[in-house]
């Protein structure tokens, strides 16, 4: 029972980080996030726990810590290959320093366990996009994570953004209204949106956006 409470306290912390970041509150989120570095430094971290560690590493992510962080989900995912949201987090994590090979290793090893993981469907659309502008690979993957959720935000987005580069507009912005639906305060669908409205030469709208 300790450990479930040590991990809902984790979760909860990290989402509240989340939170503050989504708001503008930098100075909160960081305090937050910074705060998984105080968790593992004073050994109030089970470095014997993978769920432990992924949230460790989050918080590195989080505090821009990336080495830190990409050493602690490996840690983590050593611990329990099972733990497929550390492996898609690590993935992500990836992405975001333009390592797109390291991160389709992360996003492979889940899709052996789980073929139909949506989130690592959507990591691997991007992965694709990235290395070689695999559109039909990207489709894809794209397809299976909608088929496993109709809503994920993260594959619109990408099927957003390859319907820009087609010069889709009508069809891209419909795909952008999906996720802005469930949160009108997506910053990555905004700023796609934006831009879609800036290729139109609709000036006032891309303005609009901006702000």
């Known amino acids: 029972m300790v450990a479930i409470g040590r991990l809902a306290g ?4 990290y989402v509240l980080g989340l939170i503050y970041r ?22 109030t971290i089970d470095t ?6 992924m ?3 989050l918080g590195a992510r989080y505090s821009e810590s990336f080495q830190e962080a990409n050493s602690t989900f490996r840690d983590a995912v050593e611990l329990d290959p099972n733990l497929l949201e550390a492996n898609v987090e690590w993935g992500n994590t990836l992405l975001e320093k333009y390592e797109a ?3 389709e290793e992360s996003f492979d090893e889940v899709l052996k366990l ?9 990591g691997m659309a991007r992965v694709k996009l990235e290395q070689d502008y695999d559109f039909a ?4 993957h794209v397809e299976k ?9 993260g594959a619109l987005l990408v099927r957003a953004e390859m319907e820009l580069d087609n010069e889709q507009f009508v069809d891209s912005e419909k795909t952008l209204d999906l996720i802005l639906a469930q949160n009108p305060n997506d910053t990555a669908a905004i700023a796609t949106k934006a831009a879609s409205r800036w290729l139109q030469d609709d000036k006032a709208g891309y303005e609009k956006l901006k702000k």
């Not at 984790?10 to 912390?13: C, G, I, K, V």
């Open 48 to 53: 014997k726990n993978a769920e432990e560690l």
């Open 22 to 43: 989504g708001l503008g509150e930098k100075a909160l989120a960081n305090r937050t996030f910074d705060s998984f570095f105080d968790d593992y430094n004073n050994g």
């Open 145 to 153: 994570a909608l088929l496993a959720n109709p809503r994920h935000a």
């Open 55 to 57: 949230y460790a590493a």
């Open 10 to 13: 984790l979760s909860a912390r």
């Open 114 to 122: 789980d073929p139909n993981h949506p989130d690592a469907n959507a």
């Open 137 to 140: 690979g990207a489709i894809q």
């Open 101 to 103: 090979g390291y991160a």
